[in-house]
């Protein structure tokens, strides 16, 4: 009798195993599509202890040891790191395409132009130094000039405050990302502390630790009971066990490469901690290349700008205030004074009321009351082709490197992130071999688990019938 009851028992479990990997089989179906999820596989092992039968045992089945979940650590700390890589490379060409557009004169007409124009209507005024026309002319491309300065300049700044907007967005996301991972690293020591797996709050965390690394760069390094510590730069603490500390965004003064008004991330480990500065900590992401365009690239092009600016400025000046205007009067600036120097000269550059007002101030000889003398209008127009840039470049050379360089910068961004996406694809595909779905496996599986169960269940109703002889036998 216990023998028919053991192979009942057996049968019973028989089921249970294979109705737990139908449910596996389904989860797993059901999940073919879900971003980060890892195939699940139901582990068997033999049952114990086996019955005692004398001189032999005699086994009691199988029983279900564990799901587990099929899964390369590895891999995916490389995904994480390539990903941390591509939003890198993403955030930096998507704004120094935005850079370049500002100095593409293809499209339209830029400084190159208007520097150009300016010059040639110094040229005809020597050609002509009476002419009020053109003395018109010369005031009206040197207002074009300068509202071009502007112009490039207000839209690299507008550029910055875009960037500016985007991070606190970012920080708003990375923010709820980590709030999640600290979530699920409770739900995670909680399911395992009692010895069941937590396969999905795993694949879940795992997903959420490629997205924050594709923002920000992070190291991260699983500790006791299955939590996850994460780090941020050098040693920003974003998440530890079941907490998260927070970014935010803090418009502050000039430091470093950061201009005046740009935002700052500030690191607060809980709202009762004082904030501190951790911008220059990321350097890697999203995050990292969106603030190596606002601080480097575009601040590098607005210094250079107000460089270019100011020397043409200070050299015309030079050279005008040495001159005589119309009526014979002593010149002086052609171009205003800036209180500041060449800092954001670009942006203050203007030409003077004087000449604004009257252009028989605009001096065009050398000496006094000699209206035949274009001396003055003669040197300014060849100020164009004048060394006046590290004693080798002149304006146009400065210029066309400024943008030829950005050119180069750019294409380099594009080509990496380029780059990177493949090499992301490629480690995904892997990945998909390891951990992905196949719905053919899974429909193997299925049959396999629904032949088992209809087995297990003709082994019980055997043993019944065995069972209902023995017990008919004294009938």
């Not at 582990?43 to 202890?49: D, G, I, K, M, S």
């Not at 190291?219 to 994460?230: I, L, M, N, W």
């Not at 992301?424 to 719905?439: A, F, H, M, P, Y």
Request: cysteine-free; glycine content about 6%.
């Amino acid at each position: 009798m216990s023998k028919i009851s053991s192979v009942m028992n057996i049968g019973q479990r028989s089921m249970m195993n294979s109705q737990t990997g139908l449910q596996t089989v389904s989860h797993n179906i059901a999940n073919k599509n879900t971003e980060g999820y890892s195939r699940q596989r139901v582990e068997l092992v033999t049952n114990a202890p086996p019955a005692d039968m004398g001189k032999y045992q005699i086994g009691t089945g199988a029983k279900t040891q564990t799901v587990t979940r099929t899964n390369n650590p590895h891999l995916e700390k490389q995904i994480e790191q390539e990903m941390t890589k591509l939003g890198y490379g993403q955030g930096k060409a998507a704004y120094l395409d935005r850079v370049e557009q500002v100095v593409n004169e293809q499209n339209s007409k830029g400084l190159n132009h208007y520097m150009g124009e300016f010059f040639n209507a110094f040229r005809e005024l020597a050609n002509q130094p009476e002419s009020l026309p053109i003395r018109t002319q010369v005031k009206e491309t040197a207002i074009q000039l300068t509202q071009n300065f502007k112009k490039t300049n207000s839209d690299l700044k507008t550029i910055q405050r875009e960037i500016d907007n985007e991070i606190s967005g970012e920080l708003t996301e990375i923010n709820s990302l980590t709030s999640e991972i600290a979530d699920l690293n409770q739900k995670v020591e909680s399911a395992e502390i009692q010895g069941a797996p937590a396969n999905d709050a795993r694949d879940r965390r795992d997903l959420l630790l490629k997205k924050l690394g594709e923002k920000i760069n992070i190291k991260y390094s699983e500790v006791d009971r299955g939590k996850v510590q994460v780090v941020a730069g050098a040693n920003i603490v974003l998440v530890s066990g079941y907490d998260a500390a927070e970014l935010k965004p803090n418009s502050s003064p000039a430091q470093g490469n950061k201009r005046e008004g740009n935002v700052d991330i500030m690191f607060q480990l809980n709202p009762r901690s004082s904030q501190f500065r951790v911008t220059d900590q990321i350097t890697g992401g999203k995050l990292g290349g969106m603030l190596e365009v606002r601080d480097q690239v575009v601040n590098g092009m607005l210094d250079r700008l107000d460089h270019l600016a100011y020397t043409i400025a200070d050299n015309i000046n030079a050279v005008h205030a040495t001159g005589y205007d119309q009526r014979g009067r002593a010149a002086g600036r052609f171009f205003a004074a800036s209180s500041s120097g060449e800092l954001d000269y670009s942006n203050n550059i203007a030409v003077t009321n004087l000449v604004q007002n009257d252009v028989s101030h605009i001096a065009a000889g050398l000496v006094p009351d000699a209206p035949a003398d274009n001396r003055i209008a003669n040197y300014i127009s060849s100020l164009q082709y004048k060394p006046l840039f590290n004693g080798k470049d002149t304006a146009d050379d400065f210029y066309n490197g400024l943008v030829g360089e950005l050119s180069v910068v750019t294409r380099k961004a594009r080509a990496m992130s380029e780059h990177q996406q493949e090499a992301l694809t490629q480690l995904k595909n892997i990945r998909e071999s390891i951990s992905g779905v196949s719905l053919d496996e899974e429909t193997v599986k299925m049959i396999e688990y629904q032949k088992a169960f209809d087995a297990s269940a003709k082994l019980i109703k055997t043993a019944d019938e065995m069972l209902d002889t023995v017990i008919n036998l004294k009938r």
